[in-house]
């Protein structure tokens, strides 16, 4: 057994035996659509009381074992993150803040009493399934390797307190668009369900608060629209996101609106970068409660102009329509807007390292 001490760390290696033939692999990267299909390789480390961190290793994807018994099947004891690896216009690898998914990552563990992974270890990681993997990067406009680390409860005990046991992997998986249909903007159900309550775990990235947006996000596919919007669940009043996404609000005098991190909203990284960017523009930046009645007055007057959505998966999206019990509004034309447009235009610009960093968010990794 391999235990890690605190300097770099030793990846056992043990390649894929049968890879994808490249015909195979580069008509998915073609064409990866989102979530769809997994690189050759996945990283895994243990953790125990006994031994910390340990076994660190770069494996062949593929099934893993578990007992039955194991606490992340009963009690959904997990958290995951999701970042991107881009292929910039020189060649090299590059990641997007990655330290700020890993500190978010130990926020998260710490709210699920997970055992938390050393913040060079979670980067190291993903270096090491980038480096097995780097022939998966998509080929179309947009693309990116979508690397998605998570940690499990693996004990097997059935009574309720915290594991004992652990497992920390990381998959990656070639992304083109997240909105299947690419719309030009998207439209939102407003939801009776809530999200996340105060004292809960909605600022935690964890597992089982998508499970429960599984219902009313069905709903508001199935009542024609692409996302749920949720409101507070104390006076159900104030928006505070969608399922996976932050939403912003752009106002007419040239202003931006986000829902302040309140302790059941989830801290974005991409939410935290635009905000800098905007700030970068000379734009005034609020975070700040808002509320849906004052979201349709606002659109209605023409005070407010834009609207969207972002996180790493979709990046920027934006908001065309809303819809609810009491009615449904449109956000200016219905379609993208122009601040929507160069905001996003500014991110990806970075990430793709087709602009300057000024802020050091790009860190190149091979
Ligand atoms: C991951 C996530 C986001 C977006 O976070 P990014 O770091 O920007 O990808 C927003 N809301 C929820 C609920 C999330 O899980």
Redesign the pocket.
């Known amino acids: 057994m391999a235990t890690l001490a605190d300097s770099a760390t030793r990846f056992a290696h043990t390649p894929h035996p049968a890879p994808t033939p490249a015909a195979v692999r580069d008509e998915v990267l073609a064409n990866p659509g989102f979530g769809l299909r997994f690189t050759d390789h996945m990283v895994s480390i243990d953790w125990s009381e006994e031994a910390g961190w340990h076994n660190p290793a770069v494996l062949p994807y593929g099934p893993i074992a578990l007992d039955p018994a194991a606490s992340v099947l009963h009690y959904a004891q997990e958290i995951f ?3 991107k690896a881009y292929r910039h216009p020189d060649g090299s690898m590059a990641l997007f803040r990655p330290q ?2 890993a500190a ?1 990552f130990n926020r998260s563990a710490r709210r699920l009493a997970m055992p938390e992974l050393p913040e060079e270890l979670f980067i190291q990681a993903i270096r090491e399934i980038v480096a097995a993997d780097k022939d998966w990067f998509p080929t179309v406009e947009g693309g990116s390797l979508y690397l998605r680390p998570f940690m499990i409860a693996t004990e097997a005990f059935l009574g309720v307190r915290a594991a004992k046991s652990y497992r920390f992997m990381v998959i990656a998986s070639p992304a083109g668009n997240y909105f299947k249909s690419g719309a030009p903007a998207v439209s939102l159900w407003v939801s009776d369900y809530t ?1 996340a309550a105060p004292g809960g775990t ?1 600022a935690a ?1 964890c597992g089982g ?2 499970a429960a ?1 599984l219902v009313p996000t069905a709903e508001a596919f199935a009542r024609g629209h692409d996302q749920v919007l949720f409101l507070d669940a104390a006076e159900r009043k104030w928006i505070e ?6 939403v912003f609000f752009a106002f007419a005098d040239g202003s931006l609106l986000t829902p302040a991190l309140s302790g059941t ?9 635009l905000i800098a960017l905007a700030r970068d523009e000379g734009l005034t930046v609020r975070e700040d409660k808002y509320s849906l009645d004052q979201w349709r007055a606002d659109a209605a007057s023409g005070q407010l102009v834009e609207a969207f959505a ?4 979709a990046v920027v999206t934006p908001i065309g329509k809303v819809a609810g019990h009491d009615g449904e509004f449109t956000i200016g034309s219905g379609g993208p807007g122009q601040l929507t447009g160069k905001l996003k235009a500014r991110l990806t610009a970075i990430q793709r390292g087709e602009a300057p960093d000024p802020h050091g968010w790009v860190m190149r990794i091979g």
């Open positions: 993150e999701g970042l700020a998914n978010r999200r909605g990235k608060n998508y947006s996101e969608l399922g996976g996404m932050n909203i989830l801290e974005g990284v991409t939410r935290d970068s972002c996180g790493t998966a």
